[in-house]
């Protein structure tokens, strides 16, 4: 399974960005799709996830509020909205696929893409 994501960018802080990743058309709708973020010096965190009909979503909790995940299945995509940005939501952003419903833990997905990087400036 190919994940591409793109979107990412140079924004200030305060501004949005649409983040978005793009899997395989015939089999998308079976696998929830996770958000992850890595800054640099850091480890990966979890940052929100979606089940593969849309009707579950989970958020890490300093993001609740400001990012909005949700996905088209017909189009094969998953988003992230990124509203309110801060300087500390710098980092590369991955997706990443495993079977129907997301998970907060990486280790447990099965299909990562190459990430996008969005940098807030202050």
């Known amino acids: 399974v190919q994940l591409q994501a793109s979107g990412g960018g140079l924004v200030q802080a305060g501004g949005s960005l649409r983040l978005a990743c793009t899997g395989p058309a015939r089999t998308f709708r079976n696998y929830g799709m996770g958000w992850f973020r890595q800054a640099p010096g850091k480890e990966r965190e979890f940052v929100g996830g979606?089940?593969?009909?849309?009707?579950?979503?989970l958020y890490e909790d300093s993001v609740k509020g400001r990012f909005t995940i949700s996905r088209d299945n017909a189009k094969s995509t998953v988003y992230l909205q990124l509203n309110s940005l801060k300087p500390e939501d710098t980092a590369v952003y991955y997706c990443?696929?495993?079977?129907?419903?997301?998970?907060?833990?990486?280790?447990?997905?099965?299909?990562w893409g190459p990430g996008t990087l969005v940098t807030v400036s202050s």
């Open positions: 979606i089940s593969w009909n849309g009707e579950r979503t």
């Open positions: 990443a696929a495993r079977f129907m419903v997301p998970r907060t833990t990486g280790a447990e997905y099965e299909y």
